[in-house]
């Protein structure tokens, strides 16, 4: 069955301090890759994808994800975190013949200590 | 561009009751999909619409339908409200082409009492 873990529910980081947050997924198909973000009461910001290619992917705010297919990973990353920053993150698996259809992991809370 | 929209942002309504969302994708995107937000489950696909046909469907109930229309905004209604429905409704839209790439709104946050 296709599925996203994010292993950790909530991070908590100095701002300042790089991140990365994980991502694995499991999908039969060649996956096309996205990162997230959420603020509170608000909807998803497209941060990154992967579709093919590089396998590092830059992407809005700083931030950065590394495809690895034999890890089946797709990890989020900052140098050096903000603390605007705080939000909760997704990863998301699609395809493209899934057309619209994205699996979500479960999510993960950013908090940033000043 | 605009982005998507989704009106009404907020709604409160009683068990066994129906409502309607409604979404409008950024203008040039023909497919729109829709997701289910809850603290339980996450996030979570129902359907999506791309040329006024449902070209994919979640595993919901069939309480839970949805239709588009030629200028590609969407609509999507659930009929006979349980509490369970209580969630933040997304919708996304995509030009469907190439990198699949999905737009968010802001979402309705739906309360059943």
């Known amino acids: 069955a296709q599925s996203v873990t994010q292993p950790d529910i909530h991070i908590t980081v100095s701002e300042g301090a790089s991140l990365e947050l994980r991502c694995n997924y499991s999908?039969?198909?060649?996956?096309?890759l996205f990162w997230y973000v959420q603020s509170p009461g608000q909807g998803l910001q497209l941060l990154l994808k992967y579709f093919s290619g590089d396998t590092l992917v830059q992407g809005i705010k700083g931030f950065e994800a590394e495809f690895k297919r034999s890890q089946s990973s797709f990890n989020l990353r900052k140098p050096s975190v903000h603390w605007s920053d705080a939000a909760e993150y997704f990863c998301a698996v699609g395809a493209s013949n899934q057309g619209g259809k994205l699996i979500f992991g479960q999510g993960t809370e950013l908090s940033v200590k000043p | 561009k605009a982005g998507v929209t989704q009106t009404p942002r907020y709604l409160i309504k009683t068990r066994g009751q129906q409502v309607t969302l409604s979404c409008s994708p950024i203008?040039?995107?023909?497919?729109v999909s829709w997701y289910q937000q809850t603290p339980g489950q996450g996030l979570q696909f129902l359907f999506e619409y791309f040329s006024e046909t449902q070209r994919n469907k979640g595993n919901f109930p069939g309480r839970f339908s949805g239709r588009q229309f030629s200028n590609s905004r969407s609509e999507m209604n659930v009929s006979t409200l349980e509490l369970g429905d209580s969630a933040l409704y997304l919708c996304a839209s995509s030009n469907r082409q190439g990198t699949y790439e999905q737009y968010f709104g802001p979402g309705t946050r739906l309360t059943v009492t």
């Open positions: 203008s040039g995107h023909r497919s």
């Open positions: 999908y039969g198909a060649t996956p096309y």
